[in-house]
């Protein structure tokens, strides 16, 4: 089986509702991941009203797991944000912290969403605009290992009318993946700019790549992507068909 050793380290989500005008909030979250390092439980979050009137913000923090190839958020209590509720002013800068507060120290690599969402003001709608309700989904991190590494082995499988790519995270770190290119006879047959997503410590992802199924059963398919720490090239040659 293919193998990528990497240690590896926004998810930003921006939802609403459009109509004949959208009006959306400019509500912007710093750093965009949290990573505190081994046995350190604080961290901080700066959040930044760039409008032009006041704004509130609900703050909270939920467990991120992946199950059957999904992202799975549950509401926890091991690690909370404090404050939970802020009132904004324009232009306005506020720290909030972000606190471990399960007492067990950490199981390898906790993984969760720090959520800050705009809360809509009802008397601020205005004739013919919906005003769009913004959310930054921010990864946070826990975990008391020093040295963390993502070991992956990579496959495609055929699904329907395309293919998909999976991918397996053997090893003690996420990884964080991007830019994913698939070439054949080293044409290219797939390719996808930004962010495609994580794969947690521990579990299985797959990500449609949107190509020909017969391309499940090439033995020539490679691999080009970024993670965080660079490029990510990977010969699919010997990787399982269905």
């Known amino acids: 089986m293919t193998k990528s050793l990497i240690p590896v380290g ?3 989500l921006a939802c609403g509702v459009f109509a004949s005008t959208a009006q959306a909030a400019d509500l912007r979250a710093s750093p965009v991941l949290i990573d505190p390092g081994p046995g350190v439980r604080t961290a901080t979050l700066t959040i930044i009203n760039e409008e032009q009137t006041p704004m509130k913000v ?3 923090v939920e467990a991120w797991s ?5 992202n799975v958020l549950v509401p926890t209590k091991d690690v909370v944000a404090s404050p939970p509720f802020v009132a904004l002013a324009p232009g306005q800068h ?8 399960a007492k067990a120290p950490p199981k390898g690599e906790e993984a969760y969403r720090v959520l800050v969402d705009e809360v809509p003001d009802p008397n601020s709608n205005t004739p013919g605009a919906v005003k769009l309700i913004v959310r930054q989904s921010i990864p946070a991190f826990f975990s008391d290992e020093p040295r963390r590494t993502a070991i992956v082995d990579w496959s495609v499988a055929g699904e329907g009318t395309g293919i998909q790519l999976v991918a397996k995270n053997r090893g003690t770190r996420r990884l964080r993946l991007s830019d994913v290119s698939l070439e054949s006879n080293g044409k290219p ?4 700019s930004g962010l495609v997503g994580y794969v947690l410590p521990g579990t299985t992802m797959h990500w449609p790549v949107g190509a020909d199924p017969s ?16 490029a990510v090239e990977v010969s699919l040659a010997d990787a399982p068909r269905p």
């Open 66 to 70: 992946q199950q059957d190839g999904q």
């Open 94 to 101: 506020y720290l909030v912290r972000v606190v471990r507060t």
């Open 189 to 192: 047959v797939y390719h996808q």
């Open 215 to 230: 391309f499940a059963a090439d033995k020539s398919l490679h691999l080009k992507a970024t993670s965080d720490t660079g």
């Open 10 to 12: 926004l998810f930003t």
């Open 58 to 60: 609900q703050v909270r």
